[in-house]
């Protein structure tokens, strides 16, 4: 089981990234996904989650009306886009797969996201 992300890096505040996080050795398309993020000196915080198929989605209200979260079953493979991105969103970012059924989930490595000018 592998859950590899990648796309992040350096950005200016009011810039945009998009995260991805391609998933291998499970039924993915089974799988509700979700993007955690964890800043230096802080708790690992829930930021967006979409279901199995994709019909529902939910956001931190930090992240609301910035950050999208989608997945294409096709490709294995969920993503964050993140717009108007602020220095707060600094962290590193994991991406996350569970199946409540089995009791089964995943963590990524992580990917560390930086907004500085």
């Known amino acids: 089981v592998q859950l590899v992300e990648s796309g992040g890096g350096l950005v200016q505040p009011g810039g945009s990234l998009r995260l991805s996080c391609a998933a291998s050795?499970?039924?993915?398309?089974?799988?509700?996904m979700r993007w955690y993020r964890q800043a230096p000196g802080k708790a690992r915080e829930l930021v967006a989650a979409?279901?199995?198929?994709?019909?529902?989605?939910n956001y931190a209200d930090s992240v609301k009306g910035r950050f999208t979260i989608s997945r294409d079953n096709a490709k294995n493979t969920v993503y964050l886009q993140m717009n108007s991105l602020k220095p707060e969103d600094t962290a590193v970012y994991y991406c996350?797969?569970?199946?409540?059924?089995?009791?089964?989930?995943?963590w990524g490595q992580g990917t560390q996201v930086t907004v500085s000018s």
């Open positions: 979409i279901t199995s198929a994709g019909g529902i989605t």
């Open positions: 996350y797969a569970a199946l409540a059924l089995i009791q089964r989930d995943y």
């Open positions: 050795g499970f039924t993915f398309s089974s799988f509700a």
